[in-house]
């Protein structure tokens, strides 16, 4: 996923009222802009990081510029903003980097499904028409060395669970796959300090058979593209 255009540095002052994050820069001065994500954000927004921001052309916006990514202080780079794992891992199995997603003819993206009015991330369809829902994850807390995820508790990640577990009951392949989002990261776990149900749903859910994978993201100011397979410890 290439950035439409080059994104602008800045350093980040502090987040607040969860979709807002005041920046900093010569050119600008102190500035707010939107920041497309719904968790903690916890070790991704500290003050004095340097932040990376997209400018959009529609004039309407009130907040023009988008937060893209961050960068600590270890110079690793994060991406905040939690729309583009679905791009990530669209292009990822396109591309045949999630080699356990290989072979379909079709993908489909934000399908609905489910008995609790959900919506599938994408769907993949084979020749024969035989179907296979991968329901997307970004993941960015790192702590101790360790990835987790949900950065906060998420009654919307819990039910897609369910429904990724009632598919796999019926007979169709079920993914949840996991996109580190976060140069730090080199495994994921679920984060049963935070979300203890999500966890326990997550380990249900391999119970079952659906398949949980990770994949690592490289990121740049210029382009975030997958990148290669990390573990998954579900204990």
């Known amino acids: 996923m290439k950035f439409i255009s080059p994104l602008n540095k800045a350093t980040l002052l502090k987040r607040y009222k969860r979709f807002l994050v005041d920046l900093h820069c010569e050119n600008l001065g102190e500035f707010t802009v939107h920041c497309a994500n719904t968790g903690r954000m916890t070790g991704c927004a500290d ?7 997209s400018t959009s052309n529609n004039h309407k916006r009130k907040y023009p510029h988008s937060l893209e990514l961050t960068q600590n202080n270890q110079g690793e780079f ?46 993949l369809e084979s020749q024969d028409n035989s179907p296979c829902y991968v329901e997307v994850k970004s993941v960015t807390l790192l702590e101790s060395s360790q990835g987790y995820f ?14 990724l577990i009632t598919l796999k009951q019926e007979g169709i392949r079920a993914v949840l796959l996991f ?38 993201a490289a990121i740049s100011e210029h382009e975030i593209s997958l990148s290669h397979q990390v573990p998954v410890n579900i204990s």
């Not at 906060?152 to 819990?158: I, L, N, P, V």
């Not at 776990?189 to 249900?204: N, V």
């Open 179 to 216: 996109v580190v989002m976060h140069e730090g990261i080199n495994n994921v776990a679920p984060a049963a300090h935070i979300d203890a149900e999500y966890a326990r749903l997550l380990k249900r859910a391999c119970d079952a058979g659906v398949e949980v994978l990770a994949y690592k």
């Open 78 to 123: 994060i991406c905040v903003n939690t729309n583009h794992a679905n791009q990530v891992a669209y292009e990822g199995i396109e591309q045949g980097v999630v080699s356990e997603l290989t072979g379909y003819q079709s993908i489909q993206r934000e399908v609905k499904y489910g008995q609790e009015n959900s919506r599938i991330d994408l769907m």
């Open 47 to 53: 003050p004095y990081f340097n932040a990376y921001y």
């Open 150 to 163: 949900p950065d906060a508790q998420t009654q919307r990640g819990q039910k897609h669970i369910r429904e």
